[in-house]
Every structure is written in C-alpha cells, then in structure tokens.
C-alpha cells in the first residue's frame, strides 16, 4: 500500500485532498496543528499528524517513510520565505536517506493561478510568462526550486484555480451574503475568472501524485473548462436567494482582494491530457443551489 503525508490536512483543499487519496486505497497521514484539529480525521481513515510545517522536526520521520508528500498549506507567517525554504530543506533531508538505497519521493507542491497576473479576455496558456501580484513575486523562484530539490524527488507544482464547492472557499462569500443580504466585494468587479471544484482538485493531487515518474518537474494549472464572470456568479447568487441582495464595495485590502480584481482566462489542456484528468463537478454558477445548500449544511 502506497502512503502520503498531507500537509495542512485541516485546511479546505488539504482535507478533501486527503479524503481523496483515502478512497484511492493510500495510507494517510493529515498534519494538523492540534488534536483538536485533527478530531474525526478517523471516520475517513486518515491519521491525524500533530506538529507544524515550519517544525520540521515534528512530522520528519513520516517524511522519511511516505511515497507521496502533498503540501496545501500556505505560508501564513511575517516571512514566507523562510517557511518554504525550511520544508524544501526537510524533503531534501528525506530524499538524501532514500538515496543510498535506490529510493525515491514524490512531492507535490501547491501554488496558485494568481502568478499568471492579469491576463485579459484574450487568454493565454499555462506556459506564458508571469506577472505575479507583488505579494507574491517570490513564488515563482520557489516552485523552480522545489522542482530542483534533488534528483530523486520527483517534485509536481499544482496551480489551482479559485476553489469552491463543500464547506465554501472562494463561494463562501457570496453565500454568506443571502445569510446577511450583503455581499462584501472589492469595488466594480466585472472580471472572471478560472475556478476549480475542490473535489475535483483533490482528484487531480491523486492522479498526478500516480503518473510521478513521467511528469516529474511539470507545473499544471487545474481549472475547469471555462473562466466563470464574477457578475454572473453575483446573477445567480440573487436568483436563488430570491430576493435582492446588497454589495458592499471597498478598495482592495489585501492579497485575497486584489486576486478577486484579476481577469484570467487560461488554456489548461495540457494539464488534462498529460494526466489523463477531467473536471466533473458542474461549475460553481450551474450548481450553484446544491453548492449553497452544502455550504450551509457545514456551517
């Protein structure tokens, strides 16, 4: 039986992820930061991991026994940086043990659509140049150097789109809004963007994780077919709330608003083919009366 280590296995992908790779027949482990977080990890036989990505010293020896490490945590911390750099130094010290034996790990890690910048409608592919937004000018070196950690880790960069589906992510604004009649938004969004449903993410990290040898250093973007209007999601949020609902525009504030501004419509047929993967889960805007109706059974 094959074993994976997902990091950040409490969080909205990291928890589906580890579901997924549970119903494909692997050996979990899900690292969480207390029990607590970890409570009824069991009811998906997964085993909870206590510790924290920036301690190496408190998960390193599942590091060194695992096939598959799966990282869906984001660097909340004054110096990202650092953090990513002291979890790359620990796959290195995990891949150095392997070595001498002719062994091998597989590292799948997890950065985002918002590297792309802001494309347009014109569109463009999972290959063109980047324009990161400033606050994250520093990843695109780290998913070069994660794909350089050592020549037996076969390391995979995930660029997910905006996630939704289940307990919320990117949709659970919106559907916090027909509970308070106002939706907060940065101001005059008339833009779209790629969107992915967290089920089917999770179903990408298994798939990719399983053709490791022959994609070893590929960066794939995982969206569904077509870039969603944020207009149109707003449409749609009105129509089953059936009545009118409120937006409460500001300036943008942080990183999660000024991604929420960007325009981006992408080609990811190469990610699709080369891992034999297709989206399933209807887009957020057609199902999104089933899609409230979970958001609120997880509340």
Not at 257 to 277: A, C, E, K
């Amino acid at each position: 039986m094959s074993s994976v280590l997902v990091l950040g296995a409490n969080g909205y992908i990291g928890k589906e992820t580890a579901r997924a790779f549970a119903r494909f027949g692997y050996r979990v482990y899900g690292l969480v930061r207390s029990e607590e977080k970890g409570a009824g990890f069991a009811l998906d036989e997964i085993t909870p991991v206590v510790g924290d990505v920036s301690t190496p010293s408190t998960y390193q020896e599942y590091l060194d026994t695992v096939d598959v490490v799966v990282d869906t945590s984001f660097p909340y911390t004054s110096d990202p940086v650092k953090h990513t750099y002291t979890l790359f130094d620990s796959i290195k010290q995990a891949a150095s043990k392997r070595a001498a034996n002719g062994g091998s790990l597989t590292f799948v890690f997890t950065t985002g659509i918002w590297l792309y910048g802001n494309s347009g409608y014109e569109g463009i592919s999972q290959d063109s140049v980047l324009s990161p937004l400033p606050e994250l000018s520093w990843r695109p070196q780290k998913e070069q150097d994660a794909i350089n950690l050592a020549p037996n880790v076969r390391t995979i960069v995930v660029r997910p789109g905006m996630v939704y589906g289940r307990s919320g992510g990117f949709s659970g604004r919106f559907f916090s809004g027909i509970e308070t009649g106002s939706i907060s938004l940065p101001k005059d969004l008339q833009n779209a963007l790629p969107t992915i449903h967290v089920d089917d993410l999770a179903e990408f990290y298994v798939k990719a994780a399983e053709r490791s040898p022959q994609v070893k250093g590929v960066i794939f973007t995982v969206i569904n077919y077509a870039s969603e209007s944020i207009p149109e999601i707003i449409r749609a949020v009105r129509r089953i709330a059936g009545r009118d609902i409120k937006l409460d525009e500001y300036e943008p504030q942080n990183l999660f608003d000024n991604g929420l501004s960007l325009t981006q419509v992408i080609d990811s047929r190469f990610s699709r083919n080369l891992v034999d993967w297709q989206p399933r889960k209807r887009t957020l805007v057609e199902g999104i009366s089933d899609y409230y109706q979970a958001w609120k059974a997880y509340q």
